[in-house]
């Protein structure tokens, strides 16, 4: 960010009244310069707006300003254009995820929202809507003098929609702990790679994440893998990250994981291409997880694409969102967390909890608003084997925090897998003594026995009786 940049964050509040004020004063022209055409007035504003805002904002003429929603900062500048709240991956020490040495938009637009209004931050669980691509380049002040858009028209779904039949959804209602698992497509077309992942968790857990690219490399697509669970008799949860598709693409796929039986979709907006094995491939981040939630469930609840087209049939499925309450700026993750439950998340999985005091603090944040009752919260939990996997977790994978204590545990170990397993079991232990917290979901590559016998260990599921051949 530009130090000029830096400042207008610094005095977010004295711009936003300016700005405020400047409206107000504005509008009475707007009838007079609809008349002479707001075409020749954007021609007037556009040059000034882009070198003012240039400088003051590092603003990217997106079209459709939201600095007054973003404490000034712009959100354009993010890597990953999130314009709806910081994503899972941004450093410790408040550094992005993409560009190691510049401090995280989202960082700074939570310290310019504070300005505004200590205390209390507006426009907290606003959201965002998704880019309009055709306004790039234009005038956002000229905006201000268009004609109010009458609201669109809102078609009936052709049918209701019916409840979605959830294993998620049940133990949450009986009140009991949910679990879930998460493994990655194999890198072959061969069905029996992927199941051969899943058969360890054969009646230990109520569903199976497919990661969809997983830290931007490349495997089996995630809808065919879920598919080919499903019809194994696994409930799949369909992960689906906004780094690889277009809003096109991605109602496409979510139609058809819905087609071949999937019923939870969880939505991310994905690593950057930066972090995999395709770092010359490009991003395309056309909508973020909380844009991707709301078009999804306007496909559930409304029955209509994200183009207000009509589907001809309603889609049925359970949403889900992550959420990484271990990584800055933690004043935000809760009002990100809300977005994503206000666009449609039914259930959320966190990063890896490695650190219980933090998760405690949020979720106090998360119970004293409510959101523990209106989505599951499922915290992350896993398992490394070795100090060296661990280090190497934390120093590679965006968004994992590992305390030193942790490491120090594992490192001074005799047998390091079973202290990572200790670990993990007392994890799950105080996590199902933390108000709000409806579940676990494990996490470790490649590692499906060692997960299952966690599930066991930790007494969350009984261990599953072994049949005679
Ligand atoms: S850390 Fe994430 S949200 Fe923050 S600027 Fe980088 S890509 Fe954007």
Known sequence: MKPLAR???????????????LSRLAMPLAPALRRLGL??????????????????????MCGQCELSATGMACPMGCAKRMRNGPCGGVRADGSCEVHPGRACTWVQATAGDAAIAPGHLPGWTQRVPALDARREGRSSWVRVFEAPAAPAPVPAPALAAAPVDSPLLMRQRRGEFIVTVEIAPPDSPDPEALLARARPFAGLADAINITDGAGANCHMSSVAAAAVLRAAGFE?????A???????????????????????????????????????ARPV????????????????E??????????????????????????????????????????????????????????????????ARGLHRRAAIVVGVGTLSSARALRWMADHVP?????????????AAADARAEGR???VETIHALRRIEGVAGVHLMGHKNEATLAQIIVEAGLRPAPVAHAA
């Open 302 to 367: 409304r029955g209509q694409f994200a183009s207000g087209r009509r589907l001809e049939r309603p889609l049925q499925l359970l949403l889900g969102a992550t959420a990484n309450p271990f990584v800055p700026p933690f004043a935000e993750r809760v009002a990100n967390l809300e977005r994503k439950i206000d666009a449609g998340a039914r259930f959320i999985q966190t990063q890896f909890c490695f650190d219980l005091d933090r998760l405690r603090d949020f979720m106090d944040a998360v119970c």
């Open 236 to 240: 799949p949860v369909c992960q689906v």
């Open 422 to 424: 200790r670990i993990a």
């Open 39 to 60: 075409n020749r007035v954007e021609g007037w504003l556009l040059p000034v707006e882009r070198r003012l805002k240039g400088a003051l904002f590092d603003c990217r």
């Open 7 to 21: 400042w207008s964050v610094r005095h977010a509040r004295a711009l936003w009244r300016a700005w405020a004020a």
């Open 399 to 411: 968004g994992v925090q590992v305390p030193d204590a942790v490491t120090a545990r594992i490192a």
């Open 285 to 300: 981040f056309d909508l973020d997880a909380v844009t991707l939630l709301h078009t999804l469930q306007g496909m559930c």
């Open 242 to 280: 906004c780094r690889d598709r277009n809003r096109i693409a991605l109602q496409g796929d979510v139609l058809g994981a819905a087609a071949l039986g999937v019923r939870h979709v969880l939505c991310l907006t994905g690593d950057d291409v930066s972090q995999g094995d395709h770092p010359g």
